[in-house]
């Protein structure tokens, strides 16, 4: 807790979606917010303005949390701040640029596995025993090799998985600074960019999922769920909270259907 007695929470990739909605949703809890963007500066100033509405500190910063020189300057302006991490939602992930995937192939594994253990490497320091980290991830990535994915999401569901995996196996770490960590996977999310692009690259992806599980979660309901695992500490560390449809909805993966390997 701070001085005033607020927690300190960082949101990555904070300007829009689910990363806009938990930090808002955090700030109406009690939390003083920073958040991250890339390219959303307007965005994530709106978020910060709306967040300070309700009485919450907030701050957004600008970083590409690939860069090791930004999370540097990231983890510098929280200990400025404010000192300390109460929670941090790994929510900004990648891999459906065009730009940086033309500049880099490997983007999608730097941005969703590499990335995510840096950001840890990083908050650790700040957080206090009884923090909690979430780690924000889609039906099909925690799932992957398991279950079909889109053609244009597998890169995706396959970093995002080692991403998770490599989080997973830090545990004992985590425990020993009295950490936890919880997954929170989501369904096919109403109205995000990812939702929609897979729909521009799958006319009808959306409307059939929906049909296979009656409703859509949107950003909200995913915010939600994510502010209310890391307000139950009855939820153990490595616990995987589902949002929208069950995990066993997702078409298998076929026996003659190739893996990719990387």
């Known amino acids: 807790m701070t001085d005033d007695g607020r927690p300190v929470a960082l949101v990555t990739g904070g300007s829009r ?3 806009a909605e938990t930090a808002l949703a955090l700030a109406r809890r009690g939390y003083d917010v920073a958040l991250t963007y890339r390219n959303k500066g307007a965005r994530a100033e709106a978020v910060v303005v709306a967040a300070a509405d309700t009485g919450a500190g907030a701050i957004a910063v600008g970083a590409d ?3 090791a020189e930004d999370l540097a300057r990231l983890f ?3 200990q400025d701040w404010r000192g300390r991490l109460d929670l941090v939602v790994l929510n900004a992930s990648g ?3 065009r730009d940086l995937l033309a500049a880099d192939p490997h983007y999608p594994w730097r941005i969703n596995r590499d990335a995510q253990l840096a950001l840890v490497d990083g908050c650790l320091p ?3 025993r009884g923090g909690t980290i979430v780690f924000v991830t889609s039906h099909w990535a925690h799932r992957h090799g398991q ?3 889109f053609p244009m999401y597998e890169p995706i569901a396959a970093s995002k998985h080692a991403g998770e995996q490599a989080l997973r196996a830090r545990q004992d770490e985590l425990a020993a600074a009295g950490v936890r960590l919880i997954v929170v996977t989501g369904d096919l999310i109403d109205g995000t960019i990812t939702a929609k692009l897979l729909e521009r ?3 009808g992806l959306t409307a059939a999922r929906r049909d296979a599980v009656a409703y859509l979660p949107t950003a909200a309901d995913m915010a939600a769920a994510i502010v209310a695992a890391a307000a139950d500490p ?3 560390s490595g616990h995987t909270v589902v949002i929208g449809g069950a995990l066993d909805s997702l078409p298998p993966l076929s026996a003659t259907e190739p893996r990719q390997i990387r």
Request: no cysteine; net charge neutral.
């Open 201 to 203: 690259a799958a006319h």
């Open 234 to 236: 009855s939820l153990p």
């Open 76 to 78: 510098a302006t929280i």
């Open 147 to 149: 279950v079909a994915q």
């Open 126 to 128: 700040l957080m206090p």
């Open 17 to 19: 979606g689910v990363g």
């Open 65 to 67: 949390i690939t860069r």
């Open 95 to 97: 891999g459906l640029e």
